[in-house]
């Protein structure tokens, strides 16, 4: 797992276990994102399917669900994360659906052995997307494509934007990085990516933006409390050392912001994502 050690042991942090806190309110709010992706990935009843970057596990449950004669290998660099994974389709009784503990840019996968990879905002952590998408490729059969939806950037998602904002606002500018560098919004380029993919050698490339509703539980507070916990918020409390005072202040910010999303008791929050497909 070297070549993407970094992601490794940042998805076995406490950063990366709130995605297993925060798992509800997370898959229930990208549930439209992650259909949108199968649906146009066009599984069908016999695939055999590979998702990326799984996490705990609803874009592999999902899948399986979508090709009961068919198998689905669920691949994630975290093993808490897995375990999550594995544990939540057995207790829903998907039993076509499995998962493996592999850095997806390295791991040695049987050759031509998948139908369809997925990735619900998976693909965008790789040290070397070229090298990714060139070992994954390689996984698909003759007929094989890929289909992954990643952010767009975070100006575009006040699901980021308006968490960054409010802490930055409490604690300071967000530490300057590399837009491009491993992270959620590193495919925020679809002509980059599209670049990177043609390098990697795979065929009839496609990318564009989606106009997506994220959908969280919870109403507006919900929705807050899930916003702020993952993402840019939760990276700058990190780099300043927040406490929780300043975490209940940037949710109580967040929230007000929000309420411009509110519908009825539901909270329906615009958001942009880039949808990418090749075949092998």
Not at 53 to 72: L, N
Not at 86 to 104: E, H, I, M, W, Y
Request: proline share 5%; glycine share 8%.
């Amino acid at each position: 797992m070297e070549a993407n050690k970094a992601q490794a042991d940042y998805w076995a942090s406490p950063a990366g276990l709130k995605w297993i806190e925060h798992e509800r309110a997370l898959d229930t709010a990208m549930a439209g994102m992650l259909d949108m992706m199968l649906d146009m990935a066009g599984i069908v009843s016999t695939d055999r399917v590979i998702d990326i970057g799984c996490g705990t596990g609803a874009s592999t449950i999902e899948a399986a669900r979508r090709a009961p004669a068919g198998r689905v290998l669920g691949v994630d660099i975290s093993d808490p994360l897995l375990a999550r994974a594995a544990k939540r389709a057995k207790a829903v009784g998907v039993q076509n659906a499995s998962f493996l503990l592999a850095d997806a840019q390295t791991h040695d996968f049987p050759s031509q052995h998948f139908d369809v990879l997925v990735s619900r905002l998976g693909m965008s952590f790789f040290s070397d997307t070229v090298a990714a998408l060139k070992n994954l490729s390689n996984a698909l059969s003759g007929h094989g494509r890929m289909v992954f939806v990643c952010w767009a950037s975070v100006a575009q998602n006040p699901w980021f934007d308006i968490p960054k904002k409010a802490a930055e606002e409490r604690l300071g500018a967000q530490p300057k990085g590399d837009p491009n560098a491993p992270g959620p919004t590193a495919f925020q380029n679809c002509e980059r990516v599209v670049n990177l993919m043609d390098q990697a050698g795979v065929s009839s490339i496609e990318a564009r933006p989606v106009e997506i509703v994220l959908t969280p539980p919870g109403g507006v507070a919900g929705a807050a409390r899930a916003a702020s916990k993952v993402g840019p918020a939760a990276r700058i409390m990190k780099a300043y050392s927040g406490t929780e005072t300043d975490e209940a202040a940037i949710e109580s910010s967040v929230k007000a912001a929000f309420e411009e999303f509110s519908d009825g008791d539901d909270v329906r929050v615009p958001a942009v994502v880039n949808l990418f497909a090749c075949a092998r």
